[in-house]
């Protein structure tokens, strides 16, 4: 494959989002705020389910887990965008771009993985509630969460290892907010066309795949709740409706986006954003204010810091 005539990129120019600077500092004070109160959401979720024994459980634990990386998805990206909504020329170096894209795709994948993991601890807990304890056992969520962290990893690096070396000698203008595999490989001066397929196979195919295992568990629960009737699997319904939500608003943006056909990836900036910055807020939405046993669990940590603080 011979290279297209032209000098060497050493940066890449991303579009961001056209408009007024009234709207530019309109959006950078909104997602300033979105991204600062995911960090304080996430911390806050983390911290509870680290010092309070009444949260010593394996849904809690896997929780925690995903607030830690809704919390790094989003750090990989926000404060880049919110820095370049106050700059006029938004640029990011070759290697500053594929540093963004492994880590977005590391802390992705693993966190698609996560939510099965979360899903079948869901699955046991409903449908297995005598033998919870015994199934869900502390040996067995540390090797599915490393194995979460392991899936998300080889997932990047199948993908990164093919797009380090590609060389860009042309074009270099993204029309998006941030770095993505799909809008960078066609930036490449040398044919594309199977990595491509690539892409789609290997992010769209493991986002679809993620999302239909995590629609059939949750099939598998709704039925088995309505074989049954009890306050303690209400509650748990409950629980697998939030966690539900979560996942409908992570993976839906996911699929069009990977799942998609790259010439149409011209205009999805709105589904980055949802998934990148909007996301992750959600997770201590929804867990916290209709999590009662979470609230009182917050409420009792912080009671615990202000006696702290009095002492001293």
Request: aromatic share 12%; net charge neutral.
């Amino acid at each position: 494959m011979d290279h297209k005539n032209g000098s060497v990129v050493t940066e890449f120019i991303l579009s961001g989002f056209s408009g007024q600077c009234e709207l530019q500092i309109f959006f950078f004070v909104t997602f300033s705020l979105i991204y600062g109160a995911t960090m304080v959401g996430n911390i806050l979720i983390m911290l509870t389910v680290t010092f309070i024994s009444t949260l010593h459980s394996p849904m809690y634990f896997l929780l925690g887990n995903l607030s830690f990386l809704d919390m790094c998805l989003s750090t990989a990206t926000t404060p880049k965008m919110i820095l370049d909504l106050l700059t006029e020329h938004k640029t990011i170096s070759v290697w500053g771009c594929m540093a963004q894209m492994f880590f977005m795709h590391f802390f992705g994948g693993a966190e698609m993985t996560l939510l099965i993991v979360m899903a079948f601890d869901r699955y046991v807990a409903i449908c297995k509630p005598l033998h919870y304890r015994t199934i869900m056992s502390h040996r067995l969520l540390r090797v599915l969460v490393l194995l979460s962290w392991t899936i998300g990893f080889i997932h990047t690096m199948s993908q990164m290892v093919l797009t380090v070396d590609l060389p860009f000698c042309s074009y270099n203008v993204i029309d998006s907010i941030f770095c993505d595999l799909p809008l960078v490989i066609r930036l490449a001066c040398v044919e594309t066309y199977i990595l491509e397929l690539f892409v789609i196979a290997d992010s769209g195919l493991l986002s679809f795949v993620s999302f239909i295992m995590l629609l059939i568990s949750y099939i598998v629960i709704i039925i088995t709740v309505q074989q049954r009737s009890s306050g303690g699997l209400s509650k748990s319904l409950s629980t697998l409706s939030a966690h539900i939500i979560v996942v409908t608003l992570f993976f839906g943006p996911c699929v069009i986006i990977y799942g998609w056909p790259f010439s149409s990836f011209s205009s999805n900036k709105t589904l980055a954003v949802f998934y990148t910055v909007i996301t992750p807020l959600l997770n201590p939405i929804i867990y916290t204010l209709r999590n009662q046993k979470m609230q009182g669990a917050m409420r009792k940590l912080l009671f615990q810091h202000i006696r702290v603080t009095q002492n001293f």
